[in-house]
């Protein structure tokens, strides 16, 4: 008859999502992506910001960030 004793076993998985979005927009300011993801911000046409995506990702264990090569870019 064959025994097998019983081994704890722990399995750790790394999984990662990444999403690239580029636009063809005019560009943003520093200052404007400096506050893109706090809440209740709009620019100065009227778009709203990401705070709800930003609060997603943080809870989520996640990230999210922005870049702009500045107006008129």
Known sequence: MWSVDRVPV???????LVIHVQ??????????????????FYDDEGRYGLHY?????????GVVLAESDGPGQ
Request: some cysteine.
């Open 23 to 40: 636009d063809n927009g005019v560009g943003m300011t520093q200052e404007h992506l400096d506050q893109l993801f706090h809440v209740d």
């Open 53 to 61: 995506v930003a609060n997603s990702a943080v809870a989520l264990e």
């Open 10 to 16: 722990s399995v750790e998985c790394a999984i990662s």
